[in-house]
């Protein structure tokens, strides 16, 4: 049974730093990227970050590009997402989310078959 447990959330001041962690059980060698979502109130969910389980190929939003970084440790059990230089809209619950399969990830919802239950960022000005 795969399990995604995320952590790190917390409260933060503009211009602040934390890390997000997610800790993955259960995936298997077919698993094809881990990614870091966000969700903020009243918003739709949007990708924030993706890493190919291969290769370490990250991809970002244009809206936290150069401010994030997502990384895995090398047992790929485990996906990151620092964030740095953090803003009142990165204020959002952040899910971390695993894709399957073949072919290449992307930010779609669909593209993604397991989900954990989030982590709460809040970024205040």
């Known amino acids: 049974q795969v399990q995604l447990v995320e952590s790190g959330g917390d409260s933060v001041q503009a211009g602040g730093s934390l890390k997000l962690s997610c800790a993955a059980s259960g995936l298997t060698y077919g698993t094809k990227c881990l990614a870091w979502f966000r969700q903020a109130h009243g918003k739709e969910r949007e990708g924030v970050a993706y890493i190919y389980t291969v290769d370490s190929g990250t991809s970002y939003a244009d809206s936290v590009k150069g401010r994030f970084t997502i990384s895995q440790d090398d047992a790929k059990s485990t996906v990151y997402l620092q964030m740095n230089s953090l803003k009142p809209e990165d204020t959002a619950m952040y899910y971390c989310?695993?894709?399957?399969?073949?072919?290449?990830?992307?930010?779609?919802?669909?593209?993604?078959?397991?989900w954990g239950q989030g982590t709460h960022v809040s970024v205040s000005s």
């Open positions: 989310a695993a894709a399957i399969g073949g072919g290449l990830c992307y930010f779609r919802l669909a593209g993604y078959s397991y």
